[in-house]
């Protein structure tokens, strides 16, 4: 087989990796915006957090009323870039590009990282490991583009009137959107992008 060939073979397959990831996101989101809307009225708000404006300081971890906290990490694939040197998975000082746990960033390892293909690592967030507390998502912006962001999961939020969170969030991140839009995940669009999705206002 060619060279064209194979390189050919390696984007289609990672394409394809990309678009299942996808899929597989919007389809759980959905589901999970499903749940929400029985929760609480389509004419509702409820709480999200705008992954531009966060700084990932930790607080969603240690205020929100639940333990652990209703808001996670999430990963829009379309902004990754599958690197075996990720920024969001690996301490900055890490023996090893490894799985082992001293190696890895997050603290409860709620980051698994699985091997795609020379030179591609794929990474999946374990949300019930998760405890919201922004580390991987400061790393990934730091060192990558910010794939790793996180969100209220409304099928574990019980929508505070008053969020907790929000009255201590120092970026002013969390706002109120639609109960039928409850997330604003990155993805296709970048903040600055002519494709940018507006948050929805209240």
């Known amino acids: 087989m060619s060279n064209e060939k194979q390189e050919n073979k390696r984007t289609s397959r990672r394409e394809f990796i990309q678009k299942s990831m996808r899929i597989g996101l919007g389809v759980g989101l959905t589901a999970v915006g499903g749940l929400a809307a029985f929760r609480v009225h389509a004419e509702d708000s409820v709480w999200q957090l705008d992954p531009f404006k966060c700084v990932a300081c930790g607080r969603c971890a240690d205020y929100c009323v639940m333990t652990p906290s209703a808001v996670k990490c ?16 690996l ?8 799985t082992a746990a001293e ?3 997050c603290p409860t390892s709620a980051i698994r990282r699985k091997f795609v293909e020379e030179p591609y690592f794929e990474y999946e967030i374990e949300e019930d490991l998760c405890i919201g507390c922004g580390v991987c998502v400061k790393g990934c912006t730091a060192f990558g583009n910010g ?35 409850p997330y604003l995940i990155k993805g296709e669009w970048t903040k600055d992008s002519k494709n940018k999705k ?3 206002t209240e």
């Open 74 to 89: 999430v990963h829009a694939f379309d902004l990754c870039g599958y690197c075996d040197l990720c920024g969001g998975y």
């Open 147 to 181: 794939s790793l962001h996180l969100q209220v999961r409304h099928n574990l939020c019980v929508n505070c009137n008053e969020c907790s969170i929000a009255r201590v969030c120092p970026a002013d991140a969390f706002q109120r959107v639609p109960a039928s839009s």
């Open 91 to 98: 301490k900055p000082n890490s023996n090893a590009r490894s």
């Open 103 to 105: 190696n890895q960033l």
């Open 198 to 200: 507006q948050p929805p």
